[in-house]
């Protein structure tokens, strides 16, 4: 048992930590789901992924397309990370928007998902006209050493319907309003439309009130290129679907649209995002 004096400067260290400003490594990628077929099979990707993410070192990060059997495969291979997600068909079925963060500094506090449909709480529904299944998943996490909470959501857009993409942001923005303002919350997700010229960002970034965590950045690498290259040369037309929405961040220090490749291969079609972003 810890003496008094032991518990005493145990709650005073994690007092003083939790009046440091709040900083978290963000990233979102989209992964390209398994495929045993070469080019740019699985089994291809896997290690460079894992490279990929180490030398990124993101404290949390959220993932779009990823299998199930792809998303053991990940944990397997990053040990620091736990995740929590569930297939948009329900169950172990289909794609994930799974969550992953770093096990040491976080645990999970409570976590859910839901279906960008008119019935957002049937799973695998889908109301809009879009052909495939879409959802959210969302974590809370506390941080280890301070108490302090935040929310992780994570999402993918359709990538035919605007209409659908429309509908999404504004289901979206009414569920994230019933969080309370006071605790720190980052969506981020494939949106599958252009940050600055789409009713979906323009419904997450006025009505919701959330900040592009892109614009925000202090210093940006790799401005003006594309996040999906679709295994092509990379373009730069600024066309960013990837985004990092963050609600009244301090700063965002900075922010990178990561162009990794080993020996030309890259370990999706879509370049992972990442920023770090503090909150007061």
Not at 170 to 194: E, H, I, M, S, T
Request: proline fraction near 5%; charge should be negative.
């Amino acid at each position: 048992m810890l003496s008094f004096a032991a518990l005493l400067l145990t709650g005073l260290l994690r007092a003083a930590d939790a009046a440091t400003p709040f900083e978290l490594r963000v990233m979102t990628f989209n992964l390209r789901f398994a495929s045993a077929e070469p080019p740019h099979a699985w089994p291809e990707r896997r290690p460079i992924m894992r490279r990929v993410i180490e030398r990124e070192t993101p404290d949390v990060f959220g993932t779009q397309e990823g299998l199930y059997g792809q998303l053991r495969d990940m944990a397997a291979d990053l040990p620091s990370y736990d995740w929590i997600g569930l297939g948009r068909e329900g169950g172990s079925r289909g794609e994930f928007m799974a969550v992953f963060f770093r096990r040491d500094k976080f645990e999970p506090v409570s976590f859910d998902h839901f279906w960008l449909s008119d019935t957002p709480d049937v799973i695998g529904s889908m109301t809009w006209g879009n052909r495939y299944r879409r959802m959210v998943t969302w974590v809370r996490l506390r941080e280890r050493a301070t108490g302090r909470e935040f929310e992780l959501w994570n999402t993918h857009f359709d990538h035919e319907s605007e209409t659908a993409r429309a509908k999404s942001a504004g289901l979206l923005a009414a569920r994230l309003a019933r969080v309370d303002p006071r605790v720190p919350l980052l969506l981020v997700g494939d949106f599958n439309c252009l940050a600055g010229a789409s009713a979906a960002y323009t419904t997450l970034t006025q009505t919701a009130g959330l900040t592009d965590a892109w614009l925000a950045a202090g210093h940006r690498t790799n401005d003006g290129l594309n996040t999906f290259h679709g295994y092509q040369s990379p373009k730069r037309a600024g066309e960013r679907i990837d985004w990092i929405l963050a609600r009244q961040p301090a700063s965002v220090t900075e922010a990178a649209i990561v162009d990794y490749a080993e020996n030309g291969q890259t370990p999706s079609d879509h370049f992972p995002v990442t920023a770090t972003v503090r909150f007061d």
